[in-house]
């Protein structure tokens, strides 16, 4: 899901949220949604965070936005949109 989250060989990342959303409640959405969120995360950080939040289980989820906001700190420290 981290290769469709980021478009890679033609991959629509649109076409994936929509077969996450029809996916049922539970380990396996989980992990999905792990990997899309992480695919995400260079491209739409808000959006990876807002997939990380839709894991199910409590402490998969409070690992995985704890593992997503630390990357987005180191290696997206600074997005363009401040900077002259």
């Known amino acids: 899901y981290a290769r469709l989250a980021s478009g890679v060989n033609g991959h629509n990342p649109g076409q994936t949220a929509r077969q996450l959303n029809t996916m049922k409640t539970g380990v396996e ?8 969120a992480h695919g995400l995360l260079h491209s739409d950080p808000e959006r990876a965070l807002q ?7 409590e402490n998969f989820r ?3 936005t704890r593992n997503i906001s630390k ?3 180191v290696e997206l420290p600074v997005r363009s949109g401040g900077q002259e």
């Open 62 to 64: 409070k690992v995985v």
């Open 51 to 57: 997939w990380a939040n839709s894991i199910s289980n």
């Open 29 to 36: 959405r989980d992990f999905a949604l792990n990997g899309f």
């Open 71 to 73: 990357r987005i700190k």
